[in-house]
């Protein structure tokens, strides 16, 4: 009589690996999914609160213009606005005129009409 020893087979280990492997194939492109929508919902608050701020200072300075530097600083509306994506945001804002952000994550584009 043969006596087994203990372990698992080549055969059980390649199942579990081909399992796994399904597994992650199904995980990894939802992650992706979710990622690219979390980043385009941070630009687009971003992007709104940039053109809050540019409203606040069209009221208060009785102008319908304004570059991005009199909006973002210590001192100003918005104290900093952190980017998520490498995204690229516009140097002035026109009061009425739709925000583009461009070059999220080197691709997209996400755009908010005030």
């Known amino acids: ?67 991005s530097a009199d909006l973002v600083g210590a001192t100003n509306y918005v104290k900093a606005v952190n980017t998520v994506a490498s995204e690229t945001y516009p140097a002035g804002y026109t009061q009425g005129v739709t925000i583009t952000i461009s070059g999220i994550a080197g691709v997209r584009t996400v755009t908010y009409a005030p």
């Open 1 to 67: 009589m043969k006596k087994s020893s203990p372990g698992f087979t080549l055969v059980e280990i390649m199942i579990v690996v081909v399992i796994i492997g399904l597994l992650a194939a199904m995980a990894i492109p939802a992650f992706q999914k979710v990622r690219q929508s979390s980043q385009d919902k941070a630009v687009l608050n971003n992007a709104r609160q940039l053109s809050a701020a540019a409203d606040q200072y069209f009221l208060e300075n009785g102008v319908s213009s304004v570059a």
